[in-house]
């Protein structure tokens, strides 16, 4: 979906220069095996392989424009001229959390010189990492005051990983303590941080936990951008024994699926099928048997020792191949580096998500708590209500995610919108901001935001463009 908003389209990207570390490195070998890299080459790279911090490096380095921080950077007075943006820099920072062994990595971009006018956090999905975001830093914070935080979710990425513990006996209060593993210690970061307010964007697991935590901290929030969440249906599947075509999969097309087709087909919002006549592909019962014993692929990765990276090879090779082949070397890289540190945070989907990747607790029940909380106050104030947030469902056109989701969820949304303005005082009317979006970006599966990153982009600009006149009219 095509923005016609007038947006700056990027200029011409400069050729980056591909790092000393890549050249070392065995390139994939294009196959038909399901596994291209071969057996030496996965043992070289298990060898030799650079620390996970180095690795992210290397990624974030095939940025154009955006200089890494250092202090006779960010203490210069002049424009960067190499820049035609403006002066921007980025920093990698370990935010120390309460107790033991929790911190959170996180990748911050600033313009030098502007006073931040509004502040944008992204979180990744599941298992993944901020590095991922690599193609989306540079061209979001074009806007003018704009400061972007990117953060590994504990337990993932290249943040601690401290154990994964669940005590709770009840089922849902096992998924509750789930979310707040990682919502919690979002909440600590935003207090570390001293950021009042914020615009969130989570892809996939990421929009799920955003959900959770705009419900949990309420009065934080700008806006919601739920890129592709997971677990919004219910039941996303009818029970039906049928066996449907291969092409209708879903959770498998995550780790099948080639994505050299799927950002080149072209398809409409009519293929989406609603998520009641979706037919479900019964699950393998020893698929089943591994979830529910919470053994997660990246544990196959860890045990598999040199034969990791041809493992990930299987996932990266598909999962890239639509990307210039220093990108994908640097991505298929990075994966492995996060993958194979200690298991941690991925111990939870088992507890949020039933096999098959719909949640236990799902998020179609409680989005219409999104910016209806109480907020509480300091000092025995008088508690205040939210009076609704800006709320964006993103998909992509070729999603193994279905849009129907983020349909239902925006006309339940649209219901409490009603609801609450009947039951509203003057005060609180003039002060209503609820609203729903569902956009599709084209030419893009799951990961919309690096499948098709100029079109993910341009949305995400307009949406930050319009938090920011909205917040002027009501400072003024």
Do not use: C
């Not at 890494?68 to 035609?84: C, H, Q, V």
């Not at 971009?109 to 990744?124: I, P, S, Y």
Request: aromatic share 10%.
């Amino acid at each position: 979906m095509s923005t016609a908003d007038g947006a700056v389209r990027p200029p011409p990207t400069r050729p980056v220069d591909m790092p000393e570390e890549y050249k070392q490195t065995p390139a994939l070998r294009p196959s038909a095996a399901f596994f291209p890299l071969g057996y030496k080459d996965a043992a070289y790279q298990w060898w030799t392989s650079l620390s996970p911090q180095n690795v992210e490096r290397n990624v974030l380095t095939l940025m154009p424009y955006l200089k890494e921080a250092t202090d006779s950077l960010t203490n210069l007075n002049f424009a960067d001229k190499s820049d035609p943006y403006g002066h921007r820099i980025w920093r990698r920072s370990m935010v120390q959390l309460s107790g033991k062994n929790r911190a959170l990595n996180e990748v911050s971009v600033e313009r030098v010189g502007e006073e931040t006018e509004e502040t944008l956090v992204m979180l990744h999905g599941y298992g993944a990492g901020l590095g991922f975001f690599y193609k989306n830093f540079e061209p979001l914070t074009r806007v003018r005051g704009l400061k972007l935080y990117a953060l590994d979710m504990l337990g993932m990425g290249n943040s601690t990983r401290p154990p994964f513990k669940i005590h709770a006996k009840d089922k849902e209060d096992q998924v509750i303590e789930a979310e707040s593993w990682f919502i919690d210690a979002l909440e600590e970061w935003r207090k570390a941080r001293k950021i009042e307010r914020f615009t969130l964007l989570g892809h996939s697991l990421g929009g799920y936990l955003a959900v959770s935590y705009a419900i949990k901290y309420p009065g934080h929030l700008k806006k919601l951008i739920l890129a592709s969440p997971v677990g919004v249906p219910e039941d996303p599947y009818a029970v039906n024994a049928a066996m449907p075509d291969p092409s209708e999969s879903t959770l498998e097309n995550e780790f099948i699926q080639d994505q050299q087709m799927t950002t080149e087909a072209a398809s409409t919002l009519a293929k989406h099928k609603p998520a009641h006549v979706v037919i479900k592909r019964p699950l393998p019962s020893w698929f089943v048997w591994l979830w529910d014993q919470n053994i997660s692929p990246f544990s196959i990765v860890r045990m598999t020792g040199p034969l990791g990276p041809r493992f990930v090879s299987g996932w990266s090779s598909r999962r890239f191949n639509h990307l210039p082949p220093a990108e994908s070397q640097a991505l298929h890289d990075y994966s492995f580096s996060i993958f194979k540190q200690k298991g941690s945070g991925e111990y939870a989907l088992a507890y949020i998500l039933a096999p098959g990747a719909y949640a236990r607790r799902p998020v179609i029940n409680r989005i219409h708590q999104v910016g209806r909380q109480v907020i509480p106050q300091p000092d025995g104030a008088q508690a205040l209500k939210e009076t609704g947030i800006p709320i964006v469902f993103m998909y992509g056109e070729n999603d193994w995610m279905d849009v129907s989701g983020g349909l239902a969820a925006q006309e339940k949304l649209n219901q409490a919108k009603r609801k609450a303005l009947q039951e509203a005082t003057e005060q609180e009317r003039q002060a209503e901001n609820g609203s729903t979006k569902v956009l599709l970006v084209s030419k893009a599966g799951h990961h919309l935001y690096l499948d098709n990153p100029d079109e993910f982009n341009d949305m995400i600009r307009k949406e930050l463009e319009e938090t920011k006149d909205y917040e002027k009219r009501r400072r003024s």
